[in-house]
């Protein structure tokens, strides 16, 4: 909701600055504001496993933004939706190779597979 928008950029921030100084376990925290929706934000937070991600959930620092999510500051549909997935490692090297490869080269590997 609009009028919560100052009270969630506080939380948010201090939230994100002491996951980045304080947990182990934690890789990146961005905040991200839609640039056509205003007051639509996105997190993204990355830990080294689920296990990190539950223990950030216990730190004391999560626990303003635990009790602001509980006093109904969304707006209809806007509640944080948290999802879970693997990170897939790719090859730079390989794949800087197969951007040098000529174009026939790569049309007749793409269809030999």
């Known amino acids: ?10 939380i948010i921030k201090e939230d994100q600055e002491k996951t980045l ?5 934690s890789i990146q925290f ?6 056509e929706k205003e007051n639509t934000f996105y997190l993204f937070e990355q830990y080294v496993n689920e296990e990190a991600f539950k223990e950030h959930n216990e730190m004391p620092h ?3 933004w635990g ?7 969304f707006a209809e549909g806007g509640e944080p939706v948290a999802g879970f997935y693997n990170t897939l490692k790719i090859d730079v090297e390989e794949e800087k190779k197969e ?3 000529p174009a ?10």
């Open 104 to 113: 026939e080269k790569k049309q007749k590997t793409t269809a030999e597979e």
């Open 99 to 101: 951007e040098e490869e």
């Open 62 to 64: 999560f626990q303003p």
């Open 67 to 73: 009790a602001f999510t509980k006093t109904d500051p």
């Open 30 to 35: 961005v905040i991200g504001e839609d640039k």
């Open 21 to 25: 100084s304080d947990e182990k376990g």
């Open 1 to 10: 909701k609009a009028d919560r928008r100052d009270e969630f950029l506080k």
